[in-house]
């Protein structure tokens, strides 16, 4: 089993940055890749990002290219999003999720999943 805890979430204003973060324990961090999905409210839970195992390629939703940095440290188990230009429409839960295969961007690769941190981006 594998445990994951988001942090850094909050309110922040549009065009502003702010980075999530993801901690793992009860696993070897390294042998997953690590995605970050968000869900805004009434919508379906989306892929934002994911960070191959030691970190040398990283994808993205279209939406989020040139916007969001995703990255890794396997030493601290922490994986991070760091999100500029901040947008309302951002505004959802960031969830960080575990996967040992499959198609990078869906949400069922994923076994593992944290409990999620609120993002909201005030226009």
């Known amino acids: 089993q594998m445990h994951l805890v988001e942090s850094g979430g909050g309110l922040v204003q549009a065009g502003g940055s702010l980075r999530v973060s993801c901690a793992a324990s009860?696993?070897?961090?390294?042998?997953?890749?690590m995605g970050w999905f968000r869900q805004a409210l009434g919508k379906e839970r989306e892929f934002v990002a994911a960070i191959s195992r030691l970190g040398a390629r990283t994808y993205y939703a279209d939406s989020m290219k040139g916007r969001f940095t995703v990255s890794r440290d396997n030493a601290k188990n922490t994986v991070y999003l760091q999100m500029n230009s901040l947008k309302p429409e951002d505004t959802a839960v960031y969830y960080c999720?575990?996967?040992?295969?499959?198609?990078?961007?869906?949400?069922?690769?994923?076994?593992?999943w944290g409990q999620g941190t609120q993002v909201t981006v005030s226009s």
């Open positions: 999720a575990a996967s040992s295969g499959g198609v990078i961007s869906s949400y069922a690769s994923y076994e593992y």
């Open positions: 009860g696993r070897t961090f390294s042998s997953y890749t």
